[in-house]
Every structure is written in C-alpha cells, then in structure tokens.
Nanobody
C-alpha cells in the first residue's frame, strides 16, 4: 500500500505565494508519474503540473510561468511552488502518483482571496 501525504495549503492574498509538498510512503517500487491536480468549486478535477518519468514536466497552460514543480526522487517527494496566485487558483489540490496503479492524496485547500 502507498500513502500520499500533502501539506502546505492555506489562505493567501492575490499575488501571493504558497508551497505545497507531497510525500509518498509505503510499498514504492517505481513512480512513473507524480504531480498535482486540483478541483475548483463546481468544476472537474484538472491537471496542474506533473513529472513524467524522472525529469519531464507538464504544466497546465493556466499556471505556466507562475507555478514550478520539483521532485526529490530519493525521498519520493514532490513540491509545487505557486507564485502570483490568482483567485481562480482557489481549489482543493491533490497529489497524484502513478505506479502499478494510481494513488491520490487526501487533498489540501488553497484559497486565494483578499
């Protein structure tokens, strides 16, 4: 079994920054993908940013240039640095990892509001 534990959500003003972290633990053999999705109120869950393999990254167009994903493969952690946050970034952010099956974290709330 694999567990994904997220941390770092919260309330921030527009233009501010937050850092989300996710740590994977348990029976980890090979992580094919690891990254972040989000679900805004009334919307479908969408990709934010993810690693594919050890170094390739994919970002949603809406966060390019503002968010940066990084990974510590040795510690099975992934971090999402979010800058220049906008109200439309408000959502529950979920850590995602793909191994022999797909795993999800419990989600962490990010609220961008003045």
């Amino acid at each position: 079994q694999v567990q994904l534990v997220e941390s770092g959500g919260g309330l921030v003003q527009p233009g501010g920054s937050l850092t989300l972290s996710c740590a994977a633990s348990g029976s980890i053999f090979s992580i094919n993908r690891m990254g972040w999705y989000r679900r805004a109120p009334g919307k479908e869950r969408e990709l934010v940013a993810t690693f594919i393999g050890s170094s390739n990254t994919v970002y949603a167009d809406s966060v390019k240039g503002r968010f940066t994903i990084s990974r510590n493969s040795g510690k099975n952690t992934v971090t999402l640095q979010m800058n220049s946050l906008k109200p439309e970034d408000t959502a529950i952010y979920y850590c995602n990892a793909v191994m022999t099956r797909v795993y999800w974290g419990q989600g962490t709330q990010v609220t961008v509001s003045s």
